[in-house]
């Protein structure tokens, strides 16, 4: 990273790929600078301890030293609409993200994969990191799954498999992809884009960053915003694909988590992975940990943990993916005091359950509310659940609390691991 000495670089967001940014430049002679939202009393050691000689400022008096800078690695989540850019926009100083600036570095490039999309994109891309390896392929997966690709500068890879969301699509410049895909496409991210054409807009900018003579798989909901002039890259998404495999092992329920296999499938044959392969795969994966995560036991059981959920949409998704409505729900968690009420929820929850478990703090809160309403309902500890899972009849159980884990776990991660581990032991 020779070319950056002297240079006046400023990284805009302290988040993950702020600091794997910060980082990679922390072996420059670049003079770095960091902003960022919030009291600098509440970030700037965590900034100095990756670079003591970074220069630190917030956000809010940042407007002037960012129109000093030869280069500003933006964070997704910050629109460059933001005022603070004003002055770097005005004098055409280059802004680019994470994936942007590490991309620039490497020597030596693999092939790389992109796929974006409303959703499924973490299911697809932990579909498709799971088989290449199965392939004995080299991997680097990262991007908006949560490993910046600043981190994979010491390695190199036959395969960088991204994930991309409409704000890191937004600032990428140079970076070609070998393989991509766009799963879908559905009104989101409200408070950035006025329209969903905009949205899609930002989703259909890769194919501007496509090795030439290549193609982007498209989902159904992505057809209606392609323009004319990307039609000779796209490529449907072929549903005929599956029908050459045996799906009775796959353990992903829902419609949705058979489309996210189909198009991991579409890659891996353009990948050249054998159909052998693909069916061994398709047969041992267990699903994303903690997203509608097929949990093994011995109980014969169809346990489901789902422990990342902590909002009721999540739940509800979950729930209607499950293979029958023989359905035991684990709910329940930390109050948020906003959003908590399970009643606009019940006429689907009786539908769609047989039975319900609460748990946490939102537990009294929410059997008061359904008392007259739902008959079969308990109140469990934790550690119960075990016992109760083991004589139930119901033949799905889903572990999806719909709430924070912060009144009895860490996080939603040692929530979904423990009761993992209730089963597996």
Same mark, same amino acid.
């Given at each position: 990273m020779h070319q950056y000495k002297g240079k006046k670089i400023a990284i805009y967001g302290l988040g993950v790929s702020g600091k794997s940014a910060l980082q990679a430049l922390s072996r420059t002679q670049a003079i770095v600078h960091v902003v960022n939202a919030g009291d600098l009393s509440i970030w700037e050691d965590d900034a100095r301890k990756i670079n003591p000689l970074v220069k630190c400022t917030s956000e809010i008096d940042a407007e002037e030293i960012l129109g000093e800078m030869d280069l500003i690695i933006l964070a997704p989540g910050i629109p460059k609409q933001k005022d603070s850019l004003r002055q770097a926009i005005q004098k055409n100083i280059p802004i680019m993200n994470e994936i942007e600036f590490a991309y620039r570095q490497m020597n030596t490039h693999g092939k790389f994969i992109g796929i974006t999309g409303t959703n499924g994109k973490t299911t697809t891309v932990t579909m498709l990191k799971e088989l290449m390896e199965m392939a004995k392929l080299s991997v680097f997966c990262g991007g908006n799954i949560g490993t910046p690709l600043c981190d994979s500068l010491d390695n190199i890879y036959d395969y960088y498999l991204l994930e991309l969301s409409s704000f890191q699509l937004e600032s990428l410049q140079t970076i070609k992809f070998e393989y991509s895909a766009i799963l879908n496409i559905y009104p989101n991210h409200g408070e950035r884009y006025e329209t969903v054409q905009d949205y899609a807009k930002a989703k259909l900018n890769l194919f501007k960053y496509l090795e030439k003579s290549k193609v982007i798989i498209c989902g159904r909901t992505v057809e209606k915003f392609i323009e004319e002039d990307q039609k000779k890259e796209f490529q449907h998404l072929d549903p005929s694909v599956l029908k050459q495999f045996d799906l009775k092992n796959f353990k992903l329920p829902g419609e949705h988590n058979r489309e996210n296999l189909n198009f991991c499938i579409?890659?891996?044959?353009?990948? $050249?992975?054998?159909?052998?392969?693909?069916?061994?795969?398709?047969? *041992?994966? %267990?699903?994303?940990?903690?997203?509608?995560?097929?949990?093994?036991?011995?109980?014969?059981?169809?346990?489901? $943990?789902?422990?990342?959920?902590?909002?009721?949409?999540?739940?509800? *998704?979950? %729930?209607?993916?499950?293979?029958?409505?023989?359905?035991l729900l684990i709910i329940g968690g930390q109050k948020r005091g906003h959003n908590d009420e399970i009643t606009p929820y019940l006429d689907e929850l009786k539908k769609l359950t047989s039975r319900l478990i609460l748990i946490g703090e939102t537990a009294s809160m929410h059997k008061e509310q359904i008392d007259a309403l739902i008959e079969n309902h308990n109140i469990l500890e934790f550690d119960e659940i075990y016992d109760l899972v083991v004589n139930s009849t119901e033949e799905n159980i889903l572990f999806s609390p719909a709430f924070p884990s912060f009144d009895m776990f860490k996080n939603y991660s040692q929530r979904g691991k423990i009761f993992k581990k209730m089963f597996n032991d």
């Open positions: 579409q890659l891996a044959l353009l990948l $050249n992975i054998s159909p052998t392969l693909i069916q061994k795969f398709i047969d *041992s994966f %267990l699903g994303v940990e903690h997203r509608i995560e097929f949990v093994p036991n011995k109980l014969g059981k169809k346990i489901f $943990n789902d422990a990342k959920s902590t909002n009721w949409d999540a739940t509800m *998704s979950a %729930l209607k993916s499950m293979p029958s409505k023989s359905t």
